[in-house]
């Protein structure tokens, strides 16, 4: 009988406390003991990363700023993060969330020109609907791509990887439920390719992610924003 | 009597198939009454050699012993499954007791087609072993080395090879060098640094790149370079990285990613020019068949002692050659497998270079090796491996020797972890 993924998480959280363990135990134990955590930026700025850096966080999701002009976009992208690279030194690392806004040639010329940088992906940079363009740049660039934040349908996720478009999933954990996460995980997995799901907003589902994290072999990172972190990390807990 | 009379009376009945019970012989083998030889494989010995008490990788030798005393050496060493390897033998010795050893090819079809279930790497290294031993025998029987067989020696200076660089700092690399232009080394193979996650950080990336420049500085324009990514990063962590490292001009890089997936390391090899090396998980020629005829890789490292031995890596040589490949093939167990291989790669016209796992100075594995046989095996001379000219696989091995070492049971390989206590490659 097909159930929401609301329900799906209270019958997990009902029958893990019934056998008084954590979600991540019934789900198959423990493959990790702390989650890497990606802290999202507001503005982007240096200053805020300052901020940021003393709570912990080490791994930031930038957020592009498209509306500017069209001729210095690529190298007002490159000029931000080389600023917030050299704020947070060797040891920060950068996800160039796009929400989609780029076109297929924006996002290449950018993925080009940040090639040396190590951005440890590339997040959503158009809508996957443009398939052709997004294998363009998929085949020309290094840098790691990340899809999924608007895929609904799970199935989509084979189409991703089978044109390699992905380095990292990001399946919307409450619009898909745990299982169904961990379905799409184990389909990546055969791909190498990494998960890194979306928690959403409450925090029923955020305590979930990491439950998910902390018992999936290809999770990479999970974003969250307002917890405190250690190193980059937030440990996994022991209690039910 | 002299080693070809064996082959002479094959209208004369065959021996075993009138010694009784104890004359047993395989399925099918009354099928080729009167068209093989008169040898007969009377015993199937297994030997599991450890050097050392914590060996992940203790020898899985195989001997076949004949009616006419000839005997056939094979290495079958799994890394990490020494005991399921050599049970898998001891399954094969139905196959093999009472059968004309001549017939390699045949025993080779039965020993894979008639296990149903073909490949895996237990099963391939089992039949490597038995079938380097066959052609042990077949060469010994013949009179001629096994390479000569293989249609013959293309290079008579021996077969090129590479030590891998065991120095960490620049002055252990210059010295390297040193050693290496002083002894005509013209190769060595290293890694990358550390563990790697699915997606890597900024640090982790630069600190790759500027280990390996370090090396090719250190090393000169003149040595070539081989670096195994030993299958530890993922598409996305390779693709970075072999983006940064073609102004290295590396001779090649080794398993970019796990070989589970071709398309996956298809994508990566299309991302630099440096050409991509593959194979040595692979069992049989039906395991390299995708990744030639897409173009995946430029080189095959298909390892003897896994992939089927001489049979298996001879066919995936000559699928090689008819793709555009060339052969480096994987050597990193005991001395008889890399013997073995060096008939095969001196015989095939697309053969690049030859791996063992060995320094440029012999350590303790190497002279225990030369105490065995009695010559310094997989030593290169002047950067070649000398080709063996003794008939077979060219050397004598005296079940005692082994005696020394005996099996110290399966010892599991390296495993390794990431600092948030996950499962990593190494």
New interface residues.
């Given amino acids: 009988m097909p159930r929401s993924p609301q329900d799906e998480l209270d019958w997990l959280l009902a029958e893990s406390r019934r056998a008084r363990v954590p979600l991540y135990q019934w789900l198959g134990g423990?493959?990790?003991?702390?989650?890497?955590i990606l802290t999202p930026m507001q503005a982007g700025t240096p200053e805020e990363l300052r901020r940021l850096w003393p709570l912990g966080a080490r791994a930031f999701s930038v957020p592009v700023a498209a509306g500017g002009p069209a001729r210095r976009f690529v190298s007002d992208t490159v000029r931000r993060l080389e600023a917030l690279?050299a704020a947070g030194g060797?040891?920060?690392?950068f996800v160039l969330s796009c929400r989609a806004q780029l076109t297929p040639l924006q996002a290449s010329q950018v993925a080009r020109a940040l090639?040396?940088?190590?951005l440890?992906?590339m997040d959503e940079p158009c809508p996957v609907r443009y398939t052709e363009g997004l294998r363009k740049l998929?085949?020309e660039t290094?840098?790691?791509l990340g899809f999924g934040t608007a895929v609904e349908e799970p199935a989509a996720f084979l189409g991703l990887l089978r044109d390699?478009l992905g380095?990292?999933l990001r399946p919307s954990l409450p619009h898909f439920g745990v299982q169904m996460t961990r379905k799409i995980a184990a389909l990546a997995e055969?791909?190498?390719?990494?998960v890194a799901p979306l928690a959403g907003e409450s925090q029923a589902w955020r305590n979930a992610a990491l439950q998910v994290a902390g018992c999936t072999?290809?999770f990479?990172?999970q974003e969250l924003a307002g917890v405190p972190l250690e190193d980059g990390?937030i440990a996994l807990e022991a209690r039910p | 009597m002299k080693r070809r009379m064996f082959l002479t009376a094959a209208s004369a009945p065959p021996l075993l198939a009138q010694a009784g019970p104890a004359g047993a012989r395989p399925v099918g083998a009354q099928a080729f009454d009167g068209l093989g030889s008169k040898l007969r494989i009377t015993a199937v010995k297994v030997f599991g050699v450890s050097i050392s008490r914590e060996s992940d990788r203790p020898y899985v030798f195989v001997k076949l012993e004949t009616n006419e005393g000839l005997a056939g050496w094979g290495e079958a060493t799994l890394e990490g499954k020494a005991g399921a390897v050599m049970a898998c033998v001891e399954d094969f010795r139905e196959f093999l007791i009472g059968a004309d050893p001549m017939q390699v090819e045949h025993h080779w079809q039965s020993m894979y087609v008639h296990s149903f279930y073909r490949a895996g790497p237990v099963m391939g290294s089992a039949i490597s072993g038995i079938d380097q031993a066959l052609w042990d025998l077949r060469g010994k029987a013949l009179g001629v080395p096994v390479h000569q067989v293989l249609g013959g020696a293309l290079d008579s200076r021996g077969v090129r090879g590479y030590y891998h660089a065991r120095a960490a700092t620049r002055a252990e690399l210059e010295k390297l060098r040193e050693t290496a232009v002083r002894d005509g080394v013209s190769c060595f193979k290293t890694g990358i640094p550390g563990y790697y996650e699915w997606i890597d950080s900024h640090a982790k990336v630069k600190r790759a790149v500027a280990h390996l420049t370090m090396i090719r500085e250190a090393l000169g324009p003149d040595i070539d370079i081989a670096v195994d990514f030993h299958a530890k990063t993922s598409p996305a962590v390779a693709s970075v990285l072999v983006r940064e490292l073609e102004p290295l001009h590396l001779l090649f890089i080794e398993e970019p990613c796990p070989p589970e997936n071709v398309e996956a390391m298809r994508r990566i090899a299309r991302r630099t020019t440096t050409p991509i090396a593959t194979g040595e998980r692979l069992v049989a020629h039906y395991g390299v068949r995708e990744i030639i005829e897409r173009g995946v890789a430029d080189i095959l490292q298909t390892d003897i002692n896994h992939t089927g031995g001489i049979t298996a890596l001879w066919k995936i040589g000559a699928m090689a050659e008819l793709g555009g490949l060339s052969l480096a093939p994987h050597a990193c167990e005991g001395p008889i497998g890399g013997i073995a291989t060096l008939h095969v790669d001196s015989a095939l016209p697309n053969f690049l270079v030859q791996e063992i796992c060995g320094g440029v100075e012999p350590g303790p594995a190497e002279k225990i090796w030369e105490e065995w046989l009695g010559f310094p095996a997989m030593r290169m001379v002047a950067g070649r491996f000398p080709l063996p000219q003794k008939p077979g696989l060219g050397f004598e091995l005296p079940d005692e020797a082994l005696k020394r070492y005996p099996f110290n049971g399966t010892r599991p390989m390296a495993r390794v972890f990431h600092s948030d206590g996950s499962v990593a490659a190494w």
């Fill in positions: 423990p493959v990790r003991n702390k989650v890497r690279r060797d040891a920060a690392d090639e040396g940088f190590h440890l992906w998929a085949e290094a840098v790691p390699g380095a990292v055969s791909y190498y390719v990494a072999a290809n990479f990172i990390y």
